[in-house]
């Protein structure tokens, strides 16, 4: 298994849930599990997982068995150093805050691996669940299996909250030596695909030509391209714009 992030690591336990508790029963009556979806709530105050449901159905887990350091080590090899390192960097940020703490979630494309040895492609979220006094207590994750989504060599994620564009920011300056692309870079990319020009982007997202040129730009370092259609090109070969 990968070794997740020493950040993450130093937080997180291999204890289960205890699914027969009345915290466990009480988020069986009001969490509300999707299809192909597996989702979990850790708790940092108490340092376990508080509740699991549908890790035997999408990765073969039992809801009893399945541990944070499990569901983090699963991933697959080829993302997991970035899939390590952004939760480290995420959980950093996100700690760091402590007002409207529940608003506060990341989310990746990935793969992991089943306990039979199949890679899956999941969409992963992780959102803060639970804070007390500004500090958060718990979070939540949800791990949805989705094969409709293309998974190339250039990873996919996003950030969302109140600070968005700073927790972004933040991101996309520590993990900028991976070939990952945020929700928000991948958005103004697909326009300037269709055609639009700088201007045109910046007005449509009501912000500055430069904000603009601040997420683009810095992609040609990122991916080794050098000019714009080539970058477009990049896009598209890895599968980041459909």
Known sequence: MNA???YTKSMITATPADLASEQALHYRKT?????DEAIYVYSFKQNQMLYADGWQEILGYRDDEIDMLTIVSITSPEYAPFSNELNDKALKFILKKTEQLEQYSF?????????????????????VFGSERGQV????????????ISLGKVMRYAAYGPDKAEFEEELNKELFRHYAISDKE?????????????????????????AIEKRILPLYKRFSVKSLTHLITFAFENRILP
């Open 4 to 6: 997740p992030g020493n």
């Open 31 to 35: 969490i509300q599990r999707f299809p």
């Open 107 to 127: 989310m990746i494309e990935l793969k992991k691996i089943h306990k039979d040895g199949t890679p899956l492609p999941i969409i992963v979220k992780v959102g």
């Open 137 to 148: 207590t718990e979070i939540i994750g949800r791990n949805q299996v989705n094969h409709s």
């Open 186 to 210: 991948k958005e103004a990319l697909a326009l300037v695909a269709q055609g639009y020009t700088f201007k045109q982007i910046a007005h449509h997202y009501s912000v500055s030509q430069s």
